[in-house]
Each structure stands twice: as C-alpha cells, then as structure tokens.
C-alpha cells in the first residue's frame, strides 16, 4: 500500500476545487452555487491541512480554523442576501439575478 | 400779557379734542359748547391783554412772549456776512396785533355761536368736524398774527390756507365744493411761493427774520425811489404772496367759488380774517414797503383795479353770496389801495370795520339762505323784510356801512382811504370814488331784490302738503318743482350728511325769522358796524383819528438811528406822525378841502342807493332793458371778464397739455427705452439660449453620445449574469497561469 503522499491530498483537493467551480459555473440555483463555494473554500482547506502536516508547521490549520470561521460568516451573510433576493423576485434561479447589468 | 401764548393755544385744544374726540362721541350741543368756549376763552383773554396793552405808555406797547427754540441757531451765508439762523417760536403783541386779535377772537366768537344754529341740519360728527375745523383756523390765524418773524407767521399763513381748503369743501360729496377747495389751495399755493421767495430773500439781506429786527435794518437803509433795488424785490414778492391769500388781481379767482364752503365760513374765512392776511402782512412789513416806492405803486394800482373790477362783476351777479364775496374782494382792493399810497393805519383801520360789516352781511345772507332752505338766487327772493325783522335791520345796518353812508363804521375808514389816496394820486382816487359808487349800488341792489318788492320764491304751502315734496325737503332739496339753480343751492343740508340727520330736518314752512343763536350774533355785529368807525374819526371832524395813532408805532422802525434816517429820507412817501411835521404842509389839504372830499363821497353813496333804488325798486323793468341794450358788457360783467375761462385756456390748459407732452414723453421715450432694453435682453437672451442649447449643450450631449455608441461592444460583457463573469474569471486565471507555465 502506497503511503498517502501530498500528491493525494493535492489531486483530492483539485478533483474537490474543480467540482466547485463547475458547480459554480453551470448550476442555476442559488443555493447549489452557495454549496459549490463551501466546496472550493473546503478544497482549500485541505491543501492547507495538507501542508501544515508535511511542513511540520502549525500555522497552516490555524489558517484552515480561519478559512471554516470566514466560511461561516460568509454563509450566515450569503443566505441573508438569498432570504432577501428570494423575497423580492420569488425565485432561486440566477439568471432572474441580472439587475446590475447595464 | 404773559398768557397771550395761550389766546391761540385755547382754539388749538378745541380743535384737538373736537377732532379726535367729538366727531365720533359728542353731541351737537357738546362740540358746539365746547368749540364757542374755547373762542370765548380766547377772546377775554384777547380782551385783557389789548388792556394791558393800552395802560403802557404809547412808544413801549410791545410785549414779546418766546414759547421756545424751533431752529436752533446754524450759521448760513447771507448778503454781507454769515448770519445765525435761528427761529424761536415768538409771539408778539403790539398795537397792530393786538387789534388782529380782537378782530379774529370777537368776530370768531360770534360766528362760532352763530354756527350751532346754522349748522344744527349737520349730522353730529360733520358738526363737530365743522367746528374742529373752525376752531383750527382761528389757531392758524391768531398764530399767523401773533407771529414775530416771518416763519412762524408763515406756520399760520399755511394753516389758514389749509383750513380754508378743508372748509370750502367741507361738503365734499359735491363736486363743486370740493373743486373748489382745490382752486383755493392751489391758487394760494402760487401766492405762498412768492412769499417764500421773499423770505428767502430777507433772510439773506438782513441776516434774520424776526420783524421788528428787519424794519429797524430797513429802516436804516436808503429808499429805493430811483429803481428796483433789493428792498423793491423782497417787497414785490411778498406782495405776490399777499394777492394769493387776500384775492387780488391776478389771483382772485378763487374767493368767489370758495362760496361753496357753509356760510359762516364765508363770513369768518372769506370776509373778515384770512383773506385780509395779506393785507395785514403788507402792514407787518411796512417799513419794507415805504422803502420800496415803486412797489407801493404796483401795490395801490393792483388794489385799485381790484376793487373796479370786482365791484363790476358785482353789479350784475344774482348769487346773494356771490354779490358779497365779490364786495370782499373789491373791498380787499381799497385795503390794499391804502396800503399802497402809504396809508397803512387806514388799511388796518378799514379791515377792522370791514371784518364788522362784511362778517354781517354774511351771516345775514346765511340767514336769509336759511330762511328760504337753500336758495340763494336773489332773484327767487323778495319781500323778505316782513318774514325776518331782524334779520333785514342788521343787514341793513351793513349795508349803510359797507355804502358809506355816516355816521357808520364804513364811512370812516373808506373816507379815509380816499383822502389818502386823493393825496397821492387823483387818478386812484378817481377808481376809489368810482367803486364806492358802484359798491353803494350794488349792495342797495342786494337789500332790494332780498327784502323789497314781492316774494318770488316757491310757494311753500305746495312743499309742506304732498307726501314726496316732503320727502325731497327732508333731503335738502329745496322743492320738487324747482329744477334750476340746482347746482348753487343745497345750502343748509346736503347729500349723505342729510339722510343721516334726515330725522332732525324738518318740512319748509316758507321764510321765516332764524332761531335766537343766529340773530344775536347778527345783533352785536350790527353794534360794531355801527360804532366801529368812531375810533378813527378824522380831525377834520373833530374827532382825535384814535386808531391812527396807536398803531402807528407797528409801521415805523424802532431805533432811533433808522428814524432818523427814515424821516430824513422819507420826503414823501412816508406816511405817520414820525414824519408827520415833516410832510404836513406839502401833504394835507385844507380841513375845508377833506370836508368837501367827505361831502363828495357821502353824495356818491347817495347816487348808488337812489341808482339802485330806480333800478330794482321803482323802475324794476329798467336793468333788463339795459342788459339787453349792453349785451355784450352785461355778459363781460356777468361771466366775471372771463378770468376763469383765461386761466382755463391758459394756465390749465397749459398745465394740461404739458401733463401730457411729458406723459407722451414718458411712454415713447422712457418707456421706449426701458421696453428696448428689455427687448434687447430678450433678443440677446434667445442668442445666449441659442448658443446654449446648440453648441454647449451639443457638446455635452456629443461626449454622451461618443460614451454611449462606444460603449456598444464593451457593455455585451457586462450581461449580469455572475457565472458568465465567474467563467470569464476561471478562463482568465486558466489563460494566465498557462501563460506562466509556458512561458517559464
């Protein structure tokens, strides 16, 4: 059995990332691209978990801790800003979302 | 003495008080009291002052009262040096103002009694207005007398101008009054200018105002026989100022239409107080004149040719107040003919009587024209001496006065006037003795057709009986069927004020004697026709000429140096006992030639009264057959020698058209103007507006358009949709970090 090399983490954590921002990319529901952003920042995550453990420094789960709290706040804002979009146009669709167009 | 302040003051708080109070709470019998109160106070006090002016020997018989400083004193520039000019408030009584005074407060106070009953038809606060306005004119007026410069004099020359206009018009919803209260200001207006001028002009050659200062300089200063010297401008122009306020050609025009006023105003404004003004401003200033010959020419030749013209138009009106306003000014006429040939005591002396007879006559009249509720055409009267006893002897007692006929006060001082002229000049004399003539005609004229004869008025029986008839007396109309005369009547009720008083009126019961408040004023005028004359009898008559000498001390200058040289100079032309030894024996006649002199004028009087007699009492066809023969000099006579129509075509007219020469100048020129700016700021503003939206505006826009159109492949990007930009973001850092991994 091979031993689990930074490769790996860094293959899962691209394979995670790319899923993300295809996510991103092609979902049309708000909440789904709202997920796909928790995938990429959590993509993230492990590649810094990952390092820390390799480099044998501490510093670089503090930053992941930082990267989750971020997180959690930027979900707390962003489903305010859903709650808020869903009331005034009654759908999710991002398409509807276009009203800072020219 | 010391209260003389006070003889004004007390007419002055009637006035306040009528006026601010009567007109909306007194009653009749309130502000009539209150108003003949105020008169009677000043009167005794009047009274007591002129005795305490007589018990001071005769050369000190001035008293001065200063009631405190107007214009504090402030250096000017006048003639020869740089004067103080200063103006106290300054009363000052001396012979001459001291008989002022009582003319004004006695005759006043009458014509004050006598107006509560004439007026009583007046609602009470037009009665109160009436009697605050004559109470303000007697304030004006002792104001105007008691003055001792020329400022405070002319306070009072200004008041009475004033109160006149607000008298005349008194009865403002018509429009004659109130024109003619216009006519009256303004024409005295123009008098009051050349007064002011003289002012000036005295002022600045002696440097001060008060009288007495400017006689004792004047007094002091050469005559000016040889030409017009500064002395003879001052002198004309103060003149000019006196024919505006006392009606003399050319400036008469306005005391016969100021008739319209009620008629005690008549009696108190326009016959016996102010219209003498003038000519007791020319006594104020009488050493000015006596040092200006030529001046006094033009004076006595003004005054002559008033009293002929006048006592011409006289002969021929049929307006009973309109014959007596036209005796004022040819009497005014004789005051002035004295003043000018020097004899300024006889002046006075003749104001004195006058105010006496013509005040009388008036209110006669206003009897009579109460007696027949309105009318004053003398022809609808007639036979009136059995309807109004009293009435017909005082006026009577005027009219013997006024014809000259002795022992009456007219006589006297008329006589005098006439010697004096006789004296100077024949030729005045001759106008004089012409005038006494026609003025003992036509007055004999005015008693005939009023008493004598038969009644031709409207019958009253026909007035009192139909409902209407009394309606229309109640009003004021005099009778239904009486269309004519409609514009001179309305005497004794009127208009708006009627309707008010409608309840106190009262139906015309035919001529009738007036109440007691009328007659017994007429009475104690009557008196002082009678014995008025008494104090200027001439020594020829054996009489001392009482009043001659006691005002000769207001005609004279006082220090002894300027009498000198007055009575040096004055080889003629001054008229006094201060050069009396001096001119006695070129100047008098014989005591048998002034006697004959009387006789003369006495039988003149006589062929008036025995003229008129034969025309309008025994020959009553006569007049009629004249006019018709004389037409054109009847009609001449009749419309007053077309003075009014002159000034119309002239002055008015005049004034008129340059009203409206600068009015068009006003619209084509200034308004021209003013409309061309604003056209040329609109026409400039449309290019401005022009340049603005086209090429300014254009500009902005063109940058607008530039970044709009511009914008047109760019602005594809932005289609707000976040994954195309999210996409756009992944290709942009796939490109770069190829780009990086390439390029390394």
């Known amino acids: ?102 | 003495m010391r209260f003389i302040w006070l003889i004004p003051l007390l007419p002055a708080a009637g006035a306040l008080v009528n006026g601010l109070f009567g007109i909306r709470w007194f009653s009749r019998t309130v502000s009539g009291l209150l108003a003949c109160a105020t008169m009677a106070g000043a009167l005794g006090l009047s009274l007591w002052a002129f005795s305490e002016l007589l018990g001071l020997p005769a050369d000190a018989r001035v008293h001065d009262v200063v009631l405190g400083h107007w214009i504090p004193p402030m250096a000017l520039q006048t003639a020869h040096d740089i004067g103080m000019f200063q103006v106290p408030w300054q009363f000052r009584l001396d012979p001459l103002s001291g008989v002022m005074i009582l003319v004004v407060t006695g005759v006043g106070f009458l014509i004050h009694v006598y107006s509560t009953a004439y007026m009583k038809d007046e609602a009470p606060g037009g009665y109160a207005r009436f009697f605050s306005y004559l109470n303000l004119f007697c304030f004006f007026m002792l104001v105007l007398v008691l003055g001792a410069n020329f400022l405070v004099m002319f306070v009072g020359w200004e008041g009475v101008g004033l109160c006149s206009y607000l008298l005349i018009g008194f009865w403002y919803e018509k429009k004659s009054a109130s024109d003619a209260g216009k006519k009256a200001f303004i024409t005295n207006r123009i008098g009051d200018w050349g007064f002011i001028l003289g002012m000036f002009l005295v002022f600045f050659t002696f440097g001060t105002l008060d009288f007495r200062a400017v006689a004792d300089a004047a007094g002091a200063m050469p005559i000016e026989s040889a030409g017009f010297g500064v002395l003879s401008i001052i002198c004309l122009t103060l003149f000019i100022g006196a024919t505006g306020k006392s009606a003399q050609i050319p400036l008469h025009v306005w005391l016969p239409d100021a008739m319209e006023g009620p008629t005690p105003v008549s009696a108190l404004i326009h016959a016996a107080t102010m219209v003498t003004a003038g000519v007791y401003m020319v006594a104020r200033n009488a050493v000015l004149f006596q040092h200006a010959p030529h001046v006094m020419q033009i004076v006595a030749i003004v005054g002559a040719l008033t009293a002929l013209m006048a006592a011409t138009i006289g002969l021929v009106q049929n307006d009973i107040k309109r014959v007596l306003a036209y005796s004022t000014v040819s009497q005014l006429g004789y005051m002035f003919l004295a003043t000018g040939v020097g004899a300024f005591a006889a002046g006075i002396f003749h104001l004195m009587t006058h105010a006496f007879f013509k005040a009388l006559l008036f209110l006669g009249s206003g009897s009579v024209i109460h007696a027949m509720a309105g009318e004053q055409d003398m022809q609808k009267m007639g036979g009136l001496r059995k309807y109004m006893p009293v009435t017909f002897v005082t006026m009577m007692i005027g009219t013997l006065a006024i014809a000259g006929i002795p022992p009456l006060a007219g006589f006297f001082s008329k006589d005098e006037i006439l010697y004096q002229s006789f004296l100077n000049n024949r030729f005045l004399w001759l106008i004089g003795a012409v005038t006494a003539l026609l003025t003992a005609f036509y007055m004999f004229r005015l008693i005939l057709l009023t008493f004598y004869g038969t009644y031709r008025g409207a019958p009253w029986a026909r007035v009192a009986a139909p409902a209407a008839a009394m309606e229309a007396a109640a009003h004021g109309v005099r009778h239904p069927l009486d269309g004519q005369a409609q514009k001179d009547d309305h005497e004794v009720s009127h208009g708006a004020a009627d309707v008010r008083a409608a309840g106190h009126a009262h139906a015309w019961h035919g001529p009738h004697e007036s109440p007691r408040a009328m007659t017994v004023p007429l009475m104690a005028l009557a008196v002082g026709a009678i014995v008025a004359g008494f104090l200027g009898i001439p020594q020829a008559l054996k009489g001392a000429n009482t009043i001659e000498h006691f005002l000769a001390p207001s005609f004279e200058s006082h220090t002894a140096a300027a009498r000198e040289a007055g009575a040096g100079a004055a080889a003629g032309a001054e008229h006094g006992p201060g050069a009396a030894a001096a001119e006695e024996g070129a100047h008098h006649l014989s005591t048998a030639g002034e006697l004959g002199l009387m006789v003369l004028s006495v039988l003149i009087a006589v062929a008036g009264v025995l003229a008129a007699r034969r025309f309008y009492f025994t020959h009553p066809e006569l007049p009629d057959r004249l006019a018709a023969r004389w037409r054109g000099a009847h009609a001449l006579l009749f419309n007053k020698y077309y003075v009014d129509e002159l000034y119309d075509a002239t002055a008015i007219k005049g004034t008129v058209a340059g009203g409206r020469g600068l009015w068009t100048f006003d619209r084509v020129v200034i308004d021209g103007a003013v409309d061309g700016s604003g056209w040329l700021t609109r026409v400039s503003a449309w290019g401005s507006h022009m340049f603005d939206k086209h090429v300014v505006d254009g500009l902005v826009n063109l940058v607008g358009w530039i970044a709009e159109e511009g914008s047109f492949f760019v602005r594809r990007l932005q289609t707000g949709l976040v994954q195309n930009y999210a996409l756009l973001m992944v290709v942009g850092v796939f490109a770069f970090l190829t780009l990086y991994l390439v390029a390394r």
């Open chain 1, 1 to 102: 059995m091979t031993p689990i090399t930074p490769y790996h983490y860094l293959v899962l954590s691209a394979a995670l990332f790319m899923l993300g921002v295809i996510g991103v990319m092609t979902r049309r529901n708000i909440i789904i691209i709202f997920m796909s952003i928790e995938l990429m920042l959590n993509a993230v995550n492990i590649n810094l978990a990952a390092f820390s453990q390799q480099l044998h420094n501490a510093v670089g789960q503090v930053f992941a801790i930082f990267v989750v709290a971020v997180a959690a706040a930027e979900a707390a804002i962003g489903l305010g800003i859903i709650l808020a979009f869903y009331r005034n146009k009654e759908t999710l669709n991002i398409d509807e979302m276009n009203i800072l167009r020219w």
